[in-house]
């Protein structure tokens, strides 16, 4: 079992163009989560997805932002129109359905830097 | 190289009564140290975290923790529990530098008894 995969590691953007950040859950995991995290600032939810449906983007920014969990395939975060603030780690995390003890796993995150 | 021990993969309390989830942890770094909570079909909710200002450090609805580096403790601590407090609590370690490192506890799951 591989984990979760998250591609790429670093991805370096110019202002104004689009980031496509990927993650690939853990086999057997249905429910992918989305995380900011800026330096010292603790991770900020984004979004909750299962396959094909949004549960909760509570944290997603209305604008340029968006996810996608197809049925088949890694789940996507895309930015459009990057800005200097999107500049952070990005951390993708998946579960089954029900959370507990070993039940809640992150990928090792994309660093999004944008020049 | 980074942990979390989280010791208890449950806790039950009675409403009203103290709460005390543990966390032990090791880093190679001077690390950020951070309690979050989940609620079922909800992300992760920042409860608290330190960054080596205070080793006292006060959270969200009433939770606080101290560091305690001779200890290499983080334990979560709150003086009367509430129905709504049982979810699941993750303490996380995390280095930033050039590798970004982020490491959770397996988790510990309150439970609270009315």
């Known amino acids: 079992n591989a984990g979760v995969m998250q591609n790429p590691r670093h991805l370096v953007r110019r202002r104004g163009q689009e980031a496509r950040l990927r993650c690939s859950p853990m086999?057997?995991?249905?429910?992918v989560y989305w995380y900011r995290q800026l330096p010292e600032e603790g991770l900020k939810f984004m979004v909750y997805l299962q396959k094909e449906n949004i549960i909760d983007e509570s944290g997603m920014p209305k604008e340029r932002f968006s996810a996608e969990f197809p049925k088949e395939g890694p789940s996507i975060l895309r930015i459009q129109q990057v800005v200097r603030g999107d500049s952070a780690a990005y951390f993708c995390a998946s579960s089954p359905f029900d959370i507990g003890a070993d039940g809640y796993t992150f990928g090792s995150g994309t660093r999004l830097t944008v020049v | 190289a980074q942990s979390v021990t989280q010791l208890d993969s449950h806790v039950s309390v009675s409403e009203g009564t103290p709460v005390l989830l543990r966390c032990n942890y090791s880093?190679?770094?001077?690390?950020?140290l951070f309690w979050y909570v989940q609620h079922p079909n909800k992300g992760l909710q920042l409860l608290l975290k330190y960054t080596s200002a205070a080793t006292l450090v006060k959270g969200i609805n009433g939770f606080e923790a101290e560091f305690k580096k001779s200890e290499t403790s983080f334990h979560l601590t709150k003086p009367s529990a509430h129905m709504s407090d049982a979810a699941e609590y993750f303490c996380?370690?995390?280095?930033?530098?050039?590798?970004?490192?982020?490491?959770f506890g397996k988790g510990t799951r309150l439970h609270i008894l009315p």
């Open positions: 086999k057997g995991h249905s429910h």
């Open positions: 880093s190679s770094y001077s690390p950020s």
């Open positions: 996380v370690v995390s280095v930033m530098n050039r590798d970004d490192k982020i490491i």
